[in-house]
């Protein structure tokens, strides 16, 4: 149990163009789902915690108008990278929080983007 | 802002040898979680420390959480080739959203 997917696991975008990355869990409710930005052999720096139906809450130094998130439905977050620039090429994790007992978040495997 | 240091960066073991990383927060946390992530993988739960002074092991593992809930230590004994991968310990500081704070992690590679 308690499996998150992401979609899609690799994407390589132009320029300017906007990327959407979903984030489901798939045999659970997740009352908060959290985005993640990885680089290279380094940790998980946290972008910003989403809710189901509120507004999402971004880390200091995060664009919010650049780094769109919507928690639509219990299951489903989503990111969208938007006007992106080759810096923003990077390794993006989303994990989900079962419940308000539950202390730990479960990974999805991540999608790589890159920016050209 | 709350910050978890961990060390050490890097260690390479031969096998069998034992493996220990530790992590320091700069601030009291509510709970400690580890996390390990395989080369080329995404972060697996391994378990969450909550009362100061506990002790928990999983097999060759174990994992402390020090009195003043600022600092944890993952230890494995005798260290095998599966045990090959990113170890992060991630701070809880109780806030509303139960958000990590996760340390830099330490990569283990481990020589057969």
């Known amino acids: 149990g308690a499996v998150v997917s992401q979609h899609p696991s690799r994407v390589i975008c132009k320029s300017g163009t906007s990327v959407k990355i979903e984030c489901r869990s798939l045999?659970?409710?997740?009352?908060?789902m959290f985005w993640y930005r990885q680089f290279p052999k380094q940790s998980l720096m946290l972008m910003a915690t989403?809710?189901?139906?509120?507004?999402?809450?971004?880390e200091q130094g995060v664009e919010k108008d650049k780094f769109l998130i919507n928690h639509a439905s219990l299951t489903l977050s989503t990111l969208t990278v938007t006007s992106a620039h080759p810096e923003d090429s990077s390794f993006y994790i989303c994990?989900?929080?079962?419940?308000?007992?539950?202390?730990?978040?479960?990974f999805g495997p991540g999608t790589r983007l890159t920016v050209t | 802002g709350q910050q978890v240091m961990q060390i050490p960066q890097y260690q390479h073991v031969q096998e069998g040898e034992d493996f220990t990383t530790y992590c320091n927060s700069s601030?009291?946390?509510?709970?400690i979680q580890w996390y390990k992530q395989r080369p080329g993988g995404h972060p697996v739960f391994l378990i969450q420390l909550v009362k100061s002074g506990e002790v928990k092991k999983q097999k060759r593992l174990t994992f402390q959480f020090g009195e003043a809930k600022k600092n944890s230590s993952l230890h494995i004994t005798a260290t095998q080739t599966t045990d090959v991968g990113t170890y992060f310990c991630a701070g809880d500081s109780g806030g509303s959203n139960y958000k990590l704070t996760f340390g830099k992690g330490t990569l283990l590679t481990v020589n057969p």
């Open positions: 994990s989900a929080r079962a419940g308000t007992d539950s202390y730990e978040q479960y």
């Open positions: 601030t009291t946390l509510s709970n």
């Open positions: 045999d659970f409710q997740a009352t908060t």
């Open positions: 989403s809710n189901e139906g509120s507004k999402a809450t971004y």
